[in-house]
């Protein structure tokens, strides 16, 4: 399977133009920014390869795109969680049974008798038992993913080129950081705007290093500063994907993009930029994961 270049499309939002990348809409099964990151899994031939490891939560993006890629490439995959809850488990919703559909093995720590942390556990006693198995980091943080996002880069310079913007700025939001952080090294020539929706900025920055001792590659962290936990419900997160969604009719996710705007509303008013700059917001999908999101909020508000 090979996607095409995603489209983009652009939006007025607090009466500034913005285009969207919508990479929401690469492929119907295999799409956001984990299609972009898995992408050099699924192009290249792993001959050896029967099976992937993966971690994270039952309710993960990464689980679902994970599964997609299993079954394209027929292999198995052996997803460990922490833990699933038990009205998930009952009621399959989003990610989760879209992934068992595709016959993803989804292994609760719960169910395993050790102490050690899931990272620990694959490590030191899943991979040692397993042969031609293919591992691949929590919310694909790994070197991997720069084959996919430097195809996404590409994808934006030619745009930018052909549109003769040379004011771009980039923005969307970072969760390990892996996509800003290659999007920017491999665009160099624009400034990509994030904010960090998991961990906080220190955290964030620790990611970046991790990836790139270069601060040049670095994005710049936007931070209104309030602090944000990463999976709780805020009012203003809820109502900032309302109010695209009625203005726009486009659907945004809500565990990542309502900050990210709430941070680019901000830098949107303090205007420290040229009046030539072109914003680029990256939709980077996710949306298999607001149907639960959108049943807690409707709960809550
Ligand atoms: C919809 C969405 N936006 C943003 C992110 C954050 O991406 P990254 O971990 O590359 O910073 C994710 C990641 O997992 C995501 O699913």
């Known amino acids: 399977m090979k996607y095409i270049n995603s489209p983009i499309s652009d939006i007025k939002f607090d009466d500034q133009q913005i285009y969207l990348k919508r990479d929401d809409l690469l492929h119907i099964d295999f799409s956001g920014n984990k299609a972009r990151k898995f992408y050099y899994y699924l192009i290249n031939e792993f001959k050896d390869i029967t099976k992937v490891i ?9 689980l679902h795109t994970f ?3 299993a079954k394209l490439k027929n292999w198995k995959l052996d997803f460990y969680v922490d833990h ?8 399959p919703e989003g990610n989760y049974k879209s992934a068992l559909e595709n ?3 989804i292994i609760s720590m719960q169910d395993i008798q050790t102490n050690k942390k899931t990272l620990d556990y694959i490590k030191e006693d899943v991979l040692p038992n397993e042969k031609n198995v293919a591992f691949v980091p929590e919310g694909g ?23 003769s913007y040379d004011e771009l700025k980039i923005v969307l939001p970072s969760g390990t950081g892996t996509t800003a952080l290659f999007l920017q090294k491999n665009l160099p020539k624009y400034e990509v705007l994030t904010c960090a929706c998991v961990g906080g900025d220190d955290y964030l920055k620790k990611q ?16 209104t500063g309030k602090k944000y936990h990463f999976g709780k419900l805020y009012k203003e997160f809820y109502e900032m994907y309302n109010e695209l969604y009625s203005s726009t009719n486009v659907e945004f996710e809500l565990l990542y993009d309502p900050q990210a705007w709430i941070n680019f509303r901000e830098y949107l008013k303090n205007k420290d930029f040229s009046s030539n700059t072109q914003f680029l917001y990256i939709h ?18």
């Open 284 to 301: 980077q999908g996710g949306l298999l994961g607001n149907i639960t999101m959108l049943k807690r909020y409707r709960r809550k508000f």
């Open 141 to 163: 943080r790994c070197k991997e993913a720069e084959y996919g996002i430097s195809i996404l880069a590409e994808e934006i310079k030619t745009w930018a080129e052909e549109k």
């Open 84 to 91: 699933i809850a038990s009205y998930i488990k009952d009621n």
């Open 103 to 105: 016959g993803a093995n």
């Open 54 to 62: 993966g971690y994270g939560s039952a309710q993960a993006n990464s």
């Open 67 to 69: 599964s997609v890629l």
């Open 208 to 223: 970046f290093f991790e990836l790139s001792k270069d601060e040049k590659n670095h994005p710049r962290i936007l931070n």
